[in-house]
């Protein structure tokens, strides 16, 4: 039973401000001490890997994140963490995926999208879309029967394969105020 529940309504706004910031606050102090725990096992794990060159994950993003091996110094498991960590995609979005996919390759074709160019907003606004439907309580996609989260992702997936593979009109608006908007209202 949460704090919140034997609350009068006049007293909510008070109360729920001062539980937010009472459980942010302890809930920052204990992500600190996890990211300082993760840096300090990412450093020691990271002393001993030999150079390879510039590859996935040498780079300042990825600090912080461990993978927890039981044989670090096997010169293969070395450099094989710094692959593209893949079994870390959950299965289940993997299926969700494909069924979007299949969908949409009933549709349009498999792999339509690599074959002509397609523009950034027709996906961004179905991506959009799904997600909205999703949120305001929609589990299935009418037309398709599949999850709306499911029909999400494949539009963010296509997003991501025509734009690596030089394969997008980039038809987004100019850039506007809202990454620095986020940025300067997030706790």
């Known amino acids: 039973m949460s704090k919140l529940d034997n609350i009068p309504k006049e007293q909510w706004d008070e109360a729920a401000a001062a539980v937010m910031h009472e459980d942010v606050s302890k809930l920052t102090e204990s992500l600190i001490a996890k990211a300082d725990a993760m840096n300090a096992i ?17 780079g300042p993003e990825f600090e912080g994140w461990e993978q927890r091996t039981s044989n670090p110094s096997n010169p ?12 870390l995609v959950p299965p289940t979005a993997i299926a969700y995926l494909a069924l979007a996919l299949r969908d949409g390759a009933r549709k349009y074709g498999a792999y339509n999208y690599r074959e002509t160019k397609v523009e950034s907003m027709t996906y961004i606004g179905a991506a959009m879309r799904h997600i909205m439907a999703y949120l ?9 029967g599949n999850p709306h989260i499911a029909h999400a992702m494949a539009c963010l997936a296509i997003l991501a394969d025509c734009t690596e593979g030089a394969n997008l009109i980039d038809n987004r608006p100019a850039p506007g105020p809202a990454p620095t908007v986020l940025k300067a209202y997030s706790l």
């Not at 990412?42 to 996935?56: L, Q, T, W």
């Open 42 to 58: 990412y450093d020691e794990r990271n002393a001993c890997v030999d150079d390879h060159g510039p590859e996935f994950g040498d």
């Open 76 to 87: 293969k498991q070395l450099y094989g963490d710094k692959k593209v960590p893949i079994h």
């Open 136 to 144: 305001d309580g929609e589990w299935l996609d009418d037309d398709s």
